[in-house]
């Protein structure tokens, strides 16, 4: 097949421990799906879930041991940090049952949902989509993908994150709202999910404003560590 100019190469995330890397077919994140963090945004309740979509290539990959460099974007002075047990799909399928979904899992990495706040809160005023707020580049930064097998209890793991050595964000997955198992039940039922899928499952409470030259770390128990500098 001939193309009219050359295809963009395949997004891909390192995988911990292997030379393959994980190429990228959608990016679904979860809203508001830890109850402190949607009280945080003004919700309350164990309301239905919702989700929203990031382009492939807004994945920012970060290898371990190593400092990704984060674009402060344009057209915003709100950037906020949402850190997130990330979940790729090795199998994929639809209508999902919860009860089979874990066996459609190759892994499970920490990411970023990073977001223009101020250009998500104005899309949500006039009630028109919000993908300006949080579909633009490199707002998915990830960590290397840990095979399920080697992740241990993710379930009940600790998640968190620090900005310049200080506590921002700290919970645990056990507050999701809605489970790893019961997300992707969800999304099956709307969404054929493929191989490659990412799922952003949701952020904890304690959201909040980066600027240039600020260093974010964060972590998911077994999963081990993210680290960026906005630049």
């Not at 674009?71 to 049952?97: C, D, F, M, Q, W």
């Not at 009860?99 to 005023?125: I, P, S, W």
């Not at 809605?178 to 992707?184: D, G, L, Y």
Request: net charge negative; with cysteine; aromatic share 8%.
């Amino acid at each position: 097949m001939s193309t009219v100019f050359p295809p963009a190469p395949v997004a891909t995330v390192p995988v911990a421990g292997r030379s393959e890397r994980f190429p990228v077919h959608r990016i679904y994140c979860v809203g508001r799906n830890y109850e402190e963090h949607a009280r945080e945004m003004g919700f309350t309740g164990r309301e239905p879930p919702f989700f929203f979509m990031k382009p492939a290539d807004a994945v920012l990959p970060v290898e371990a041991g190593q400092t990704g460099r984060l674009p402060y974007p344009s057209l915003t002075g709100n950037l906020h940090h949402e850190i997130e047990l990330v979940v790729a799909i090795g199998k994929g399928g639809r209508a999902i049952a919860a009860a089979n979904a874990l066996e459609h899992v190759f892994g499970y990495a920490v990411g970023l949902d990073m977001t223009r706040r101020d250009l998500q809160n104005d899309m949500k005023k006039q009630g028109r989509p919000w993908c300006i707020g949080k579909g633009f580049d490199h707002s998915a930064p990830i960590g290397p993908i840990t095979p399920a097998a080697q992740a241990g209890d993710v379930a009940q793991a600790a998640i968190w994150l620090q900005v310049n050595g200080q506590d921002r964000q700290r919970s645990t997955v056990a507050q999701l709202i809605w489970n790893i198992a019961e997300t992707i039940e969800h999304l099956s039922a709307a969404w054929e999910l493929q191989p490659g899928d990412l799922i952003y499952t949701g952020t904890p409470e304690g959201v909040g404003a980066v600027v240039r030259g600020d260093v974010l770390e964060g972590g998911v128990d077994g999963l081990g560590t993210l680290r960026l500098q906005v630049v």
